[in-house]
């Protein structure tokens, strides 16, 4: 079996994981985790990062980082992961859901302007695959109401925008490190801090509530609960693993890249010949590669080249159903139609993508998706 995904796993990581336990230290912001943080902080020009368990606590650091309030409306895609809504659901947001563009699941800005408001609070862009969000005009809506922009990069480490690494144009960046992602640490994730002002009380709230971090750089004589937080800290042995990918971050992001271009160059006729679309990259965007997509003529064509590619042992999913539309928020939602959000969570397909993909197992994939629509393949 071909699986949808293959975790990175190298050598070294081992060595880095008996040197966290070996320290003694193997809770949250040891060695490791201090080695990560400052060597993203550095790639990446935020003034804070800092390590948590997911992505999905980095996203509600990043909600309590926002004051959030009951009743504070949240814009946010409804092509995306739950945990994108549960951060500011749990903080009583209203949730306001944007369609995608016609072309890409990203969020469509023209949406935004249609729902922004002086009630907004927080924007939060989700880039999809790896590929940015059309930033200025998000960032310019959130500066006219006072909002705050919160970026879901989930998937996009590596990725930019005009050159500036994604996760770094908001206020906040929610990344993850979970297996699935270009980089990892089996479970994980990160929050980018921007701006200075957000850093002090950033890090009482990852610390749960406490100013620990400022005691230990000996700042206070003391620590104790100065604010609402949570436990948002990984070991420092997840950590040693994660640094062990970051040590290899390019080389990891240039084979996927190269991966994704066989894909795509090998994928080509087939969407010329009408028979699916591949996935679209606006010129504002350098993409990571972290994931290849095809979008089918509907959910039947889906449904059969799914069950195509399993009766010849590889694995292909599917992706995110609409928010608006879930069972949970169906009738929270104000009625606006989402044809492009309803369209991706029908029809969108992930193929395998992973660092240690052999590239006789992509001429795998690429012959038998070829086979099914009965165009005969050609080496990638």
Not at 74 to 95: C, D, E, H, W
Not at 351 to 372: K, M, N, S, T, Y
Request: net charge neutral; glycine share 6%.
């Amino acid at each position: 079996m071909i699986p949808f995904n293959r975790p990175f796993l190298p050598d070294r990581a081992i060595g880095y994981i008996a040197e966290a336990y070996r320290s003694g230290k193997v809770s949250g912001d040891g060695l490791f985790t201090k080695r990560c943080e400052a060597f993203l902080s550095a790639r990446y020009g935020s003034r804070r990062m800092l390590l948590t368990t997911s992505c999905t606590t980095a996203l509600e650091l990043a909600s309590l980082l926002c004051r959030i309030q009951p009743g504070d409306e949240v814009i946010l895609p409804s092509f995306t992961f739950v945990s994108t809504a549960n951060a500011f659901a749990l903080r009583g947001a209203k949730l306001v859901f944007v369609d995608s563009l016609p072309d890409h699941p990203n969020m469509d800005p023209a949406r935004v302007a249609e729902v922004v408001s002086p009630k907004t609070r927080a924007i939060v862009p989700v880039h999809y695959a790896g590929v940015a969000v059309d930033m200025n005009p998000i960032l310019q809506m959130a500066r006219e109401v006072g909002a705050l922009v919160v970026e879901d990069a989930a998937q996009a480490i590596e990725a930019r925008y005009q050159g500036m690494p994604l996760g770094t144009l908001g206020d906040f960046g929610a990344f993850s490190f979970h297996e699935t992602k270009n980089i990892h640490c089996g479970e994980g994730g990160m929050l980018a801090i921007r701006d200075a002002e957000h850093v002090g009380r950033a890090e009482i709230l990852w610390e749960k509530g406490t100013n620990r971090s400022a005691f230990f750089r000996g700042e206070t004589a003391k620590y104790g609960w100065v604010d609402v937080g949570s436990s948002f800290l990984p070991s420092d042995i997840l950590a040693a693993l994660l640094w062990s990918q970051l040590e290899a971050v390019q080389a990891i992001t240039a084979r996927r890249f190269r991966l994704w271009e066989r894909y795509f160059d090998a994928l080509e006729p087939l969407r010329r010949a009408g028979c699916l679309e591949l996935p679209t990259v606006p010129p504002f965007a350098s993409h990571n590669s972290h994931c290849f997509y095809l979008v089918l003529p509907d959910e039947r064509a889906r449904s059969q080249l799914i069950e195509h590619l399993k009766r010849r042992d590889i694995l292909a999913v599917f992706h995110y159903q609409s928010l608006h539309a879930s069972a949970y928020f169906a009738d929270k939602h104000d009625g606006r139609l989402m044809p492009h959000a309803d369209r991706f969570s029908d029809c969108l397909l992930r193929l395998p993508l992973f660092h240690d993909f052999r590239d006789e197992e992509q001429d795998r994939v690429i012959g038998a998706i070829h086979g099914f629509f009965g165009i005969e393949s050609r080496s990638a």
